[in-house]
Every structure is written in structure tokens, then in C-alpha cells.
């Protein structure tokens, strides 16, 4: 499942589903968009995960469930815990964070 969060209801995402990965984005950040597709790539290819996008600033609520300080922020979610997140805009910082809950 791949999905853009229009509500700040990320807990709800947390509690149905086992494992979670999030990209915490915002409209204006160019390196949020180059990260997208990887993103939406992984997402098609690991169907038994959720995978959704939340912007930063329009969700405050749903950014909380990580320490979101920097754009792009990814965390990965098993059991609705945080297990570990990282920043980054390398394909390889997404996988190896991926790979926790894989």
C-alpha cells in the first residue's frame, strides 16, 4: 500500500497495519520530490507493508510519532512503535532503514 496522508491520522495507519515506513516531506523541499519515486518504487515492490507520505507541515499531528527536524525524515513503524528513522536523499539510507522491518 502506498499512500499520501491528506488527514493527520498517521496513528490509525500505525494500529491497522503491522509494519509502517513513512517519508515525512513538504511541498517545498526539492530533495523530498527526488526521494518520492524511490519511495513509491519500494512501496510497489514490498506490497505487505504500508507505505505513506506525510507532509511535515500540514500534518503536525502525525509528525510527532517521529523526531522530525529535517526534510526528507524516514521512520520505519512495526507494532505502531518508532523503531528507527533516518534523513537522508540516498536510495541506500531508505533501503538499510527498510531493511529493519523487512
Do not use: H
Amino acid at each position: 500500500m502506498f499512500l499520501e496522508l491528506t488527514e493527520d491520522n498517521l496513528q490509525q495507519y500505525l494500529a491497522d497495519n503491522s509494519k509502517v515506513m513513512v517519508q515525512y516531506a513538504a511541498s517545498w523541499c526539492g530533495n523530498c520530490r527526488i526521494m518520492k519515486p524511490k519511495f513509491k518504487k519500494l512501496a510497489a515492490e514490498n506490497e505487505d507493508v504500508a507505505f505513506l507520505i506525510v507532509d511535515a507541515e500540514k500534518l503536525p499531528n502525525s509528525r510527532k510519532f517521529a523526531n522530525v527536524d529535517n526534510l526528507p525524515t524516514f521512520a520505519a513503524f512495526e507494532g505502531g512503535a518508532l523503531v528507527d528513522q533516518v534523513q537522508t536523499n540516498k536510495q541506500e539510507g531508505l533501503i538499510e532503514l527498510f531493511n529493519k522491518i523487512k
